[in-house]
């Protein structure tokens, strides 16, 4: 019986694999199509998730739900003009000089690096750094030429965003008005036992995830800002934005944003870059040790391998995107898999227990 058991389930894994796959691909080829579509609806539907929270605030208070999704829209949406009218054009600056001052400091760097080739040469050793790193100058400086070329197209791209972001904010507003009915709609399609499983482990992991990304996010941002203020680092704000921004990527995000830092800093000041990346790594190391195991927890349940193929998989469908909701989407998927599990075997146990207790269980 043992052999026919592993037998049939090697059968339903080999005719299940080719199937899974095959709905891989649909999926990826359905994103790439409708990209902006898929976009502006993610987009809407985390915002709407996030909104959620403060407007059910308001209605434990006692308005109604209509004033209370007018209420918070109105909050962010003037919170997000000032960020937008102070913040956004310092940040655009720093950019702006960032990438003009690359080119710069690869040529400042060239002393350096002639310095170890003549002192690897005088040791016979087999080092060509200065060629290479000219290889690397000439192919920065053309790709900077390249972003500064397409500014008029930046122009264009930020009047499709602010059209955009108004249908998500509109979007946003009847999702957090009608969202739970259409929602509740959805889920009665699906077999009893799943809806409920696959509906109450989504609502986990999305809400333990982003809400929880987004303070670990701003953490970062808000203790590394004054910190490189403090290190006299240029363009500070555009730097701890870059790493708070990346904090978003769960499990590798903030190391990404701390490496590509530090190897921008280098170029420029290599003490300047070890400071920098002293500080970042122990703001990070308080950030992963203290703050995320209260806030997270292991919510997914997930093997670090399986979290990595996920988020490659995201990436590789949707782009940021798509590595943005890769992790709570493998936590729903699992535990609406445990969930189904648990129950049937509940009910297994249930029917041997009626089954022992029945009266014609002792004839």
Known sequence: MRRLASFQRLIIIGLGAPVVAINVWVISQAVSYFDHLFTVLIVAAILAFLLNYPVKFFERVGISRTQAVIIVLLVSLSLLVIFAFTLVPLIFEQLQELLQGIPAWLERSQDNLAWLDKWARARRLPLDLTGFSNRITA????????????????????????????????????????????????????????GSAFNASLQLNFHNFFVTQLMLGLFMFVVLTPIFLALRLPFALLFALLIGSAELIPFIGATLGISLVTLLVLVQNWWLAVQTALFAIAVQQIKDNILAPRLLGNFTGLN?????VALLMGAEIAGFLGALVAVPIAGTIKGTIDAIRAQQTNDVISTVTLGEDSPHSNN
């Open 139 to 194: 192919r920065v400086e053309s790709q900077v030429q390249v972003l500064a070329g397409e500014a008029f197209g930046l122009a264009l791209g930020t009047l499709s965003g602010l059209v955009d972001t108004v249908f998500v904010v509109v979007l946003a507003f009847y999702m957090l008005l009608y969202g739970k009915v259409v929602w509740r709609g959805l889920i009665e399609l699906l077999p009893s036992p799943f």
């Open 304 to 308: 670090p391998i399986w979290i990595f």
